[in-house]
């Protein structure tokens, strides 16, 4: 059968607790942000001699936030891939990792995006006047209270001493690439998003990089899931942590050094 890859979190938990799932399935949970990457990944593990061919390797993105919380209630994953530590930490309190499987995959850097046709020059350092740079506009950003980007932005930009003249015009958006597309399309003059996601959209440009100091690592770890951890999802973490998978996320702008 055919790998199936970014189906809706709805579809997916229907279908994964339907009879016709099968004991050799491996049901991804990734962040929302590592989606072009992990799908790529997926497909290479599938391409492997090793693999069974039969094998169904599913994948659902979304806010790592609300992936974590699903699998806490009960979500049938196999693997979680977080876009931040917290999460899995949180996860691994709740007593759903299994054992010692937990690693850190790669990093990412947090960048300022403006639509590809705007001429907004910013440098991100102390003092940024972020807000006389919106003009009338709003900033685009993944919701500071849950998702792993939006909570780094808002550490950078206090940081750097500009989150409370712009709190207010947050667009909050319920993830990552939520929050692109609102710049993609010209709803928001700026907004903050992950560097590997302003590499995939010819439609928006970088303005400048956050200083790495500004924000805390954004890492991403992955673990198995507590009793769902088959031989199939081990084979599939495993393989996310090779050379081969390394490169792949370095394709798309990962850091995996």
């Known amino acids: ?38 799908e790529a990944v997926v497909a290479a593990f599938r391409a492997l001699p090793a693999t069974a061919p039969d094998t169904r390797v599913r994948a659902s993105f979304a806010s790592s936030g609300t992936l974590a919380r699903q699998i806490a209630a009960g979500a049938p994953a196999h693997l979680f891939l977080s876009a931040n530590e917290r999460w899995m930490d949180w996860l691994a309190g709740e007593q ?11 990093r990412n850097a947090l960048v300022l995006v403006a639509p590809q046709t705007s001429r907004t020059r910013l440098e991100l350092a102390q003092g940024l006047d972020l807000a006389a740079a919106l003009g009338n506009g709003r900033l685009a950003l993944p919701d500071p209270d849950h998702v792993p980007a939006g909570i780094y932005a808002k550490q950078a930009l206090e940081r750097l001493g500009a989150w409370q ?41 970088v303005v400048d990089t956050f200083p790495r100091a500004s924000h ?15 031989a199939e999802a081990r084979a599939l973490l495993d393989f996310m942590a090779s050379d081969e998978a390394r490169a792949i996320f370095a394709r798309f702008g990962f850091l995996t050094d």
């Open 216 to 230: 805390a690592p954004i890492v991403y770890p992955a673990a198995l899931i507590q009793g769902r951890a088959t």
């Open 96 to 106: 759903k990792i299994a054992g010692d499987t937990r690693r850190n995959l790669m």
């Open 1 to 38: 059968m055919h790998t199936l890859i970014g189906l809706s979190c709805a579809a997916l938990l229907l279908a994964a607790s339907a009879p016709a799932a099968r004991a050799d399935d491996v049901l991804v949970f990734a962040a929302a942000s590592a989606t072009g990457a992990v």
């Open 165 to 205: 003249a712009v709190a207010n015009r947050a667009a909050r958006a319920q993830d990552v690439r939520a929050a692109l597309v609102l710049v993609e399309r010209g709803e928001a003059p700026l907004g903050i998003v992950y560097a590997t996601d302003a590499k995939a959209s010819d439609r928006v440009r």
